[in-house]
């Protein structure tokens, strides 16, 4: 074999050492697909009356509350637009430099 010839050092520690788990997958942790199903429950929990969609909805209304915005501001088209995004990341003010 190729790979016995080229690593004749480190194959035998490599075969011998690590763990395979039941998915095939050495005992590291990697990224994985999600399944379908996964993914379906993850849009559910974002539709209304999901899990998310609770989550999301209390945070607009402290949001309000906190800083003291209009009670109109979600319906404002900027609020709109960002609110199609949910699982974006906001940066703070120190890590936008430029706009």
Not at 5 to 14: D, F
Not at 38 to 49: A, C, Q, V, Y
Not at 76 to 89: A, D, I, L, R, V
Request: aromatic letters at 10%; one cysteine or more; hydrophobic letters at 30%.
């Amino acid at each position: 074999m190729l790979i016995n010839w080229k690593h004749q050092m480190t194959l035998p520690s490599c075969s011998s050492d690590q763990q395979y788990s039941s998915s095939g997958s050495k005992g590291v942790s990697l990224s994985r697909q999600s399944s379908i199903i996964e993914s379906f429950s993850t849009i559910r929990s974002f539709s209304d009356g999901g899990g998310k969609a609770g989550k999301i909805t209390n945070a607009i209304i402290f949001m309000i509350a906190k800083d003291n915005l209009p009670l109109n501001t979600v319906q404002k088209e900027g609020f709109k637009y960002f609110m199609k995004t949910p699982q974006t990341f906001i940066p703070c003010t120190r890590s936008q430099n430029t706009i």
